[in-house]
T-cell receptor
Protein backbone atom coordinates (compact mmCIF):
# COMPACT_ATOMS: atom_id res chain seq x y z
CA UNK A 1 0.00 0.00 0.00
CA UNK A 2 1.31 3.42 -1.00
CA UNK A 3 1.76 5.51 2.08
CA UNK A 4 3.59 8.23 3.96
CA UNK A 5 4.29 7.39 7.58
CA UNK A 6 5.20 9.75 10.39
CA UNK A 7 6.47 9.04 13.85
CA UNK A 8 5.60 9.80 16.51
CA UNK A 9 1.93 10.68 15.99
CA UNK A 10 1.78 12.60 19.27
CA UNK A 11 4.58 14.19 21.23
CA UNK A 12 4.69 16.38 24.30
CA UNK A 13 8.08 17.85 25.12
CA UNK A 14 9.71 20.72 26.97
CA UNK A 15 11.36 23.84 25.67
CA UNK A 16 14.88 23.28 24.45
CA UNK A 17 14.87 19.50 24.28
CA UNK A 18 15.95 18.44 20.80
CA UNK A 19 13.54 16.24 18.92
CA UNK A 20 13.17 14.56 15.55
CA UNK A 21 9.97 13.70 13.73
CA UNK A 22 10.53 11.00 11.16
CA UNK A 23 8.85 10.75 7.78
CA UNK A 24 9.09 7.85 5.38
CA UNK A 25 7.43 7.09 2.04
CA UNK A 26 7.34 3.85 0.07
CA UNK A 27 6.50 5.26 -3.37
CA UNK A 28 10.02 6.10 -4.54
CA UNK A 29 9.05 9.78 -4.71
CA UNK A 30 11.73 12.34 -5.38
CA UNK A 31 9.87 15.23 -3.75
CA UNK A 32 9.12 15.44 -0.04
CA UNK A 33 7.90 18.31 2.08
CA UNK A 34 6.99 19.32 5.62
CA UNK A 35 4.03 21.51 6.58
CA UNK A 36 2.60 22.79 9.81
CA UNK A 37 -1.08 23.46 10.39
CA UNK A 38 -2.21 26.14 12.80
CA UNK A 39 -5.69 27.54 13.49
CA UNK A 40 -6.47 30.53 11.31
CA UNK A 41 -3.25 30.10 9.33
CA UNK A 42 -3.93 26.92 7.40
CA UNK A 43 -1.02 24.81 6.21
CA UNK A 44 2.35 26.45 5.85
CA UNK A 45 5.32 24.87 4.18
CA UNK A 46 8.43 24.50 6.33
CA UNK A 47 10.97 22.80 4.07
CA UNK A 48 10.90 20.75 0.93
CA UNK A 49 13.30 18.47 -0.92
CA UNK A 50 13.38 17.84 -4.63
CA UNK A 51 15.69 14.85 -4.27
CA UNK A 52 18.41 13.28 -2.13
CA UNK A 53 20.74 15.91 -0.68
CA UNK A 54 18.62 18.72 -2.19
CA UNK A 55 16.57 20.71 0.31
CA UNK A 56 15.10 24.20 0.28
CA UNK A 57 13.22 26.52 2.59
CA UNK A 58 9.50 26.90 2.51
CA UNK A 59 7.66 29.82 4.06
CA UNK A 60 8.34 29.14 7.75
CA UNK A 61 11.75 27.42 8.09
CA UNK A 62 12.96 29.24 11.22
CA UNK A 63 13.67 26.87 14.10
CA UNK A 64 13.65 23.75 11.93
CA UNK A 65 16.21 21.62 10.14
CA UNK A 66 15.79 18.80 7.67
CA UNK A 67 18.00 16.27 5.97
CA UNK A 68 17.54 14.05 2.95
CA UNK A 69 20.20 11.37 2.99
CA UNK A 70 17.95 8.69 1.57
CA UNK A 71 15.16 8.98 -0.95
CA UNK A 72 12.51 7.46 1.30
CA UNK A 73 13.20 9.45 4.49
CA UNK A 74 12.86 13.13 5.30
CA UNK A 75 13.19 13.80 9.04
CA UNK A 76 12.22 17.11 10.60
CA UNK A 77 14.57 18.24 13.36
CA UNK A 78 13.80 20.79 16.07
CA UNK A 79 17.15 21.56 17.69
CA UNK A 80 15.70 23.70 20.47
CA UNK A 81 11.91 23.55 20.43
CA UNK A 82 9.91 26.51 21.69
CA UNK A 83 6.21 26.81 22.59
CA UNK A 84 5.45 28.62 19.31
CA UNK A 85 6.34 25.37 17.52
CA UNK A 86 3.37 23.67 19.11
CA UNK A 87 1.45 22.61 16.04
CA UNK A 88 0.17 19.81 13.85
CA UNK A 89 2.84 18.69 11.40
CA UNK A 90 2.37 16.93 8.08
CA UNK A 91 4.89 15.29 5.83
CA UNK A 92 4.08 14.82 2.16
CA UNK A 93 5.63 13.33 -0.95
CA UNK A 94 5.06 13.19 -4.69
CA UNK A 95 6.81 12.18 -7.86
CA UNK A 96 8.60 14.99 -9.70
CA UNK A 97 7.07 13.63 -12.89
CA UNK A 98 3.65 14.50 -11.51
CA UNK A 99 2.13 17.55 -9.88
CA UNK A 100 0.74 18.48 -6.52
CA UNK A 101 -2.40 16.56 -7.55
CA UNK A 102 -0.44 13.47 -6.71
CA UNK A 103 0.96 14.66 -3.41
CA UNK A 104 0.36 12.20 -0.60
CA UNK A 105 0.23 13.38 2.98
CA UNK A 106 1.09 11.50 6.12
CA UNK A 107 -1.40 11.25 9.01
CA UNK A 108 0.14 14.08 10.99
CA UNK A 109 2.17 14.55 14.17
CA UNK A 110 0.70 16.63 16.95
CA UNK A 111 3.51 18.34 18.84
CA UNK A 112 3.11 20.20 22.10
CA UNK A 113 6.06 22.15 23.49
CA UNK A 114 5.65 23.32 27.11
CA UNK B 1 1.54 38.27 3.93
CA UNK B 2 -1.14 35.73 3.09
CA UNK B 3 -0.87 35.06 -0.65
CA UNK B 4 -3.81 32.64 -0.64
CA UNK B 5 -6.86 33.59 1.39
CA UNK B 6 -9.99 31.78 2.34
CA UNK B 7 -12.05 34.42 4.08
CA UNK B 8 -14.83 32.16 5.30
CA UNK B 9 -13.66 29.99 8.20
CA UNK B 10 -16.84 27.94 8.11
CA UNK B 11 -19.85 27.12 5.98
CA UNK B 12 -22.99 25.17 6.80
CA UNK B 13 -25.34 23.83 4.13
CA UNK B 14 -28.23 21.43 3.95
CA UNK B 15 -27.77 18.02 2.37
CA UNK B 16 -28.64 18.09 -1.33
CA UNK B 17 -27.93 21.81 -1.72
CA UNK B 18 -24.93 23.47 -3.30
CA UNK B 19 -21.80 24.28 -1.30
CA UNK B 20 -19.63 27.11 -2.60
CA UNK B 21 -16.20 27.62 -1.10
CA UNK B 22 -14.18 30.64 -2.10
CA UNK B 23 -10.49 31.43 -2.36
CA UNK B 24 -8.59 34.56 -3.35
CA UNK B 25 -4.93 34.92 -4.24
CA UNK B 26 -2.59 37.85 -4.68
CA UNK B 27 0.41 36.45 -6.55
CA UNK B 28 -0.07 36.70 -10.32
CA UNK B 29 2.72 34.14 -10.81
CA UNK B 30 0.49 31.36 -9.52
CA UNK B 31 -0.54 29.15 -12.40
CA UNK B 32 -1.84 25.99 -10.79
CA UNK B 33 -4.52 25.76 -8.15
CA UNK B 34 -5.72 22.87 -6.06
CA UNK B 35 -8.31 22.00 -3.48
CA UNK B 36 -7.50 19.55 -0.72
CA UNK B 37 -9.94 17.99 1.70
CA UNK B 38 -9.08 17.12 5.27
CA UNK B 39 -10.92 14.97 7.77
CA UNK B 40 -10.04 15.06 11.49
CA UNK B 41 -7.01 12.98 12.48
CA UNK B 42 -6.03 12.45 8.84
CA UNK B 43 -3.71 14.15 6.39
CA UNK B 44 -5.13 16.28 3.58
CA UNK B 45 -6.11 14.50 0.37
CA UNK B 46 -6.23 15.97 -3.11
CA UNK B 47 -9.69 16.79 -4.40
CA UNK B 48 -9.52 18.75 -7.65
CA UNK B 49 -7.19 21.12 -9.47
CA UNK B 50 -7.19 23.68 -12.24
CA UNK B 51 -4.52 25.15 -14.45
CA UNK B 52 -4.47 28.85 -15.20
CA UNK B 53 -5.12 28.13 -18.87
CA UNK B 54 -8.62 26.94 -17.95
CA UNK B 55 -11.51 28.64 -16.23
CA UNK B 56 -13.39 25.53 -15.17
CA UNK B 57 -12.66 21.95 -14.22
CA UNK B 58 -15.26 19.40 -13.27
CA UNK B 59 -15.01 16.05 -11.56
CA UNK B 60 -18.29 14.45 -10.63
CA UNK B 61 -20.01 16.54 -7.98
CA UNK B 62 -17.03 18.88 -7.70
CA UNK B 63 -16.36 21.84 -9.97
CA UNK B 64 -13.63 24.44 -9.62
CA UNK B 65 -13.96 27.83 -11.30
CA UNK B 66 -11.05 30.18 -11.87
CA UNK B 67 -11.38 33.91 -12.52
CA UNK B 68 -7.86 35.09 -13.28
CA UNK B 69 -8.72 38.75 -13.65
CA UNK B 70 -10.25 38.75 -10.17
CA UNK B 71 -7.60 36.36 -8.79
CA UNK B 72 -10.41 34.27 -7.42
CA UNK B 73 -11.34 30.62 -7.47
CA UNK B 74 -14.28 28.74 -6.10
CA UNK B 75 -15.19 25.14 -5.42
CA UNK B 76 -18.77 24.06 -6.02
CA UNK B 77 -20.11 20.84 -4.55
CA UNK B 78 -23.44 19.72 -5.97
CA UNK B 79 -25.29 18.05 -4.40
CA UNK B 80 -23.68 18.29 -0.99
CA UNK B 81 -23.59 15.16 1.14
CA UNK B 82 -22.95 14.69 4.87
CA UNK B 83 -19.71 12.85 3.99
CA UNK B 84 -18.45 16.09 2.45
CA UNK B 85 -18.21 17.60 5.92
CA UNK B 86 -14.49 18.38 6.29
CA UNK B 87 -11.96 21.18 6.14
CA UNK B 88 -11.24 22.34 2.60
CA UNK B 89 -7.93 23.98 1.75
CA UNK B 90 -7.25 25.99 -1.35
CA UNK B 91 -3.61 25.91 -2.55
CA UNK B 92 -1.56 27.49 -5.30
CA UNK B 93 1.77 26.93 -6.99
CA UNK B 94 3.85 28.57 -9.70
CA UNK B 95 5.73 26.86 -12.53
CA UNK B 96 8.67 29.12 -11.67
CA UNK B 97 9.03 27.25 -8.36
CA UNK B 98 7.58 23.79 -8.57
CA UNK B 99 8.63 22.96 -5.02
CA UNK B 100 6.54 25.52 -3.21
CA UNK B 101 2.87 25.15 -2.44
CA UNK B 102 0.97 27.94 -0.70
CA UNK B 103 -2.19 27.08 1.20
CA UNK B 104 -5.12 29.15 2.37
CA UNK B 105 -6.42 29.11 5.92
CA UNK B 106 -9.07 26.49 5.24
CA UNK B 107 -12.87 26.48 5.36
CA UNK B 108 -14.76 24.02 7.54
CA UNK B 109 -17.79 22.71 5.68
CA UNK B 110 -20.65 21.15 7.58
CA UNK B 111 -23.36 19.42 5.56
CA UNK B 112 -26.47 18.83 7.64
CA UNK B 113 -28.69 15.82 6.92
Amino acid sequence: EAQVTQNPRYLITVTGKKLTVTCSQNMNHEYMSWYRQDPGLGLRQIYYSMNVEVTDKGDVPEGYKVSRKEKRNFPLILESPSPNQTSLYFCASRSLGGDFDEQYFGPGTRLTVT
Amino acid sequence: DQQVKQNSPSLSVQEGRISILNCDYTNSMFDYFLWYKKYPAEGPTFLISISSIKDKNEDGRFTVFLNKSAKHLSLHIVPSQPGDSAVYFCAASAVSNTGKLIFGQGTTLQVKP
